[in-house]
């Protein structure tokens, strides 16, 4: 063990919607305060489908306290007892198939309703319960609208049949998600063909509803943590902002042009099927007050660099242009999941299709500048800790772990790359692990008049010696506190955070492709030789328009 010197940055205050309040320990409460930008909850209800420990008045009771308690107004569930439905017992292989089928159902049931949001109260918290319910809630079901869908079998049958054509845009949906793989499409035909090959189809178009998930004995527990949790979730998904914190103390990237993207890759897991896909996920904030998160959702063959980032990326720059009439001019990329030895990579394949998307993006929306791109590559998968030298100079909690706010910048760092070690988190049990955080790209010239940036060994790669004073960590550590749906600050910067989750989120719709050893292989998407088929693939990517502008995987 070496001894070297460290900073702490302080806490930020954070802004509800009428009082502020100071982290200790990067931690608080919100009891008493209402949420920065409450959502109104509309339309609701809840299905029970534990068994009879919980009432559907005490569910009601406890929902409708969550709701009103942080601010979100809501008229109550409609219907007021909700749905029950038996599940089979016990929860296992032997019963998956008639649950499934009972979870498919109550979402045919409650999409007939036109419901905004279904609370699911679970018995206990079965993945393979959970993961149903986001698949047929996200992806396949939901209140009635009449759309046209493209005939082309094939490719339909490779979105589950969510060939949805949008009027709003004039674009397929399907083709929009997979351009490459349609080329043939009658959408892009010409009028006279396209019209004799269109057809309307009258059932459910598979529209998406928000679900919140619950294990019951949880939610009749009396502590406060809870259905704070819970709380803070539903404002998300209906589009509210949580918390904030005073732009001024993000610097440049909080003057309402500044769009933040998150991008992680997670891969298939041992007992999945053969050459399984992995998942990649793209967020990025819409709202100057970095409140809300919305993401792109892909799979691609199994590997670590993205593939399909140039349509990902443009469907984030859309969505800004759709919130705020305009295209950042600062852009700031937080990339999680790569090692050292593949930051080169994220610079060809990764960077490049960025800025290919730019390119094309600008052109067409704005006269406006090219925008300012600063790029880092952050991660938790090293054997870096540090400990205090002295008792007093820990958390104060056990004196074993540096105070949130700890930054390590020299002694541990790289010698030729900007980087830096930081612990924003309290770490509740155990060694705080820090996270690092190497900047690769840096058009925005963060501290530009003390960094030095010169070229090494990779032509393309700028470095950075880190200065004295650096607004990029301050604004980083500022940054994990406003995770928005806990009341602690976390480890990893919200945007890598977000991205994490939204491929957490992918796995669940992939759960048979993952958790193949579980399943009968007859109904198994694999082709002759037993690998996975992606034409018989229960998920390639996206989710139902009704959603894919909101924090649903939050």
Known sequence: MITVNARILPSVRLHYQAE?????????????????????????????????????????????????????????????????????????????????????????EASKMGLQ??????????????????????????????????????????LNDHWVFETSTDLCHGCHVLQSQAPQCSLHLSDSTRDERLRILTRDPLAGIHTVCSVHKKLLEKKMDYGSNIAHKINLKLGGINQTISADTLGKFGDGRAMLVGMDVTHPSPGSLPKSPSVVGVVANTDPSFGQWPGSLRIQNHREMIT?????????????????????ERILIYRDGVSETQLQDVLEEELSQIEVACEIRYKTKTTGKYPKISMFVCGKRHHTRFYPTRIEDGDGARGQNCRNGTVVDRGVTHEHWWDFFLQAHHAIQGTAKPTRYVVIRDDNQLDAN?????????????????????????????LCYLSGRSTKAISLCPPAYFADLLCERGRMYLYKVYNASQFDDATAPVDAEGNFDENRSPWLGGVHPNIKDSMFYI
Not at 42 to 56: D, G, H, L, M, P
Not at 124 to 148: E, H, M, T, W
């Open 308 to 328: 399909n980032l140039k349509e990902m990326f443009n469907e984030r720059l859309e969505a800004w242009f759709r919130r705020n009439d305009n295209l950042p």
């Open 450 to 478: 003390t960094v030095e940036s010169f070229v090494c060994l990779h032509p393309q790669l700028k470095l950075f010696v880190l200065p004295t004073d650096s607004q990029v960590r301050t604004q980083t550590h500022h």
């Open 20 to 108: 502020a309040v100071d982290p200790v320990r990067a931690s608080w409460d919100i009891i008493g305060k209402k949420f920065s930008k409450a959502a109104r909850l509309q339309k609701w209800t809840f299905v029970k489908f534990a068994k009879n420990e919980i009432t559907s008045s005490d569910i009601h009771r406890k929902l409708q306290a969550i709701a009103e308690n942080a601010g979100v107004s809501s008229s109550g569930p409609q219907p007021k007892n909700g749905l029950e439905k038996s599940l089979k017992f016990p929860i296992g292989p032997s019963t998956h198939q008639g649950n499934e089928e009972i979870i498919k159902q109550t979402m045919v």
């Open 117 to 158: 949001m279904l609370f699911v109260i679970l018995p206990n918290n079965n993945a393979f319960i959970y993961s149903r319910v986001k698949f047929y809630a996200d992806i396949r079901y939901g209140k009635r609208l009449p759309k046209l869908f493209c005939p082309l079998f094939d490719l339909a049958r490779a």
